[in-house]
């Protein structure tokens, strides 16, 4: 996500009354604000009012940017599957990724995943929400999500994902990392929970 004004905060709403906003730059708040409001609500549920009152402006602005309701639920999927890849092209690019050992490598991707939940927790909380949405309009969209993110834990883990099976598993309780983070667990217990799944996955 870029640079832009936080969604909702009173410098944003400075902001938004000393200069206007670049259009880039409206266009991305507002999806930032519909991020939030999808983390608050749910995907299937947001509508153009929520994002305006998060973003403080009209309804009529939000419509400028999204045209329809299809057209902003695409945006904040497209946003959170972005972010997501972005994940993974950042953990492979690691020096040497593919010397390292499996243990430093799943290890390594943790601790992405883990700084990803720190500083970007609305959009994780979005994409948990759509993860248990079962709303025909955004469920196959997800699938398909779930899908690629599978494939890319199996290209970017070859000595630790041997199977779909494994890949899910891995999958699911990085899902699990994150609620756990969002309440506020403990880092005894985060830090316990990654543990098992390495001793459960590495080779010994």
């Not at 402006?57 to 057209?71: E, L, M």
Request: some cysteine.
């Amino acid at each position: 996500m870029q640079s832009t004004p936080a969604c909702g905060t009173d410098a944003a709403r400075a902001g938004r009354r000393g200069r206007r906003l670049s259009p880039e730059a409206r266009q991305q708040q507002l999806l930032d604000c519909a991020i939030q409001a999808c983390a608050q609500i749910s995907v299937d549920r947001i509508g153009h009012g929520d994002i305006a009152k998060l973003a403080h402006v009209s309804t009529a602005t939000v419509f400028n940017y999204f045209p329809t309701r299809t057209a902003l639920i695409e945006a904040v999927l497209g946003e959170i599957t972005a972010l997501v890849e972005g994940l993974f092209d950042q953990f492979t690019s690691m020096p040497n990724f593919d010397a390292l050992p499996p243990a430093q490598q799943f290890l390594g991707l943790a601790a992405t995943y883990n700084n990803m939940i720190a500083t970007q927790p609305q959009a994780i909380k979005a994409f948990l929400n759509w993860s248990v949405t079962f709303n025909p309009d955004v469920r196959p969209q997800y699938l398909a999500f779930q899908d690629r993110v599978l494939s890319r834990l199996t290209e970017a883990l070859p000595a630790i994902v041997r199977s779909e099976q494994d890949a899910r598993i891995i999958y699911g309780a990085a899902n699990m990392f994150a609620t756990m983070r969002i309440d506020g667990a403990s880092e005894d217990v985060l830090t316990g929970f990654i543990a098992r799944l390495s001793d459960a996955f590495l080779p010994h």
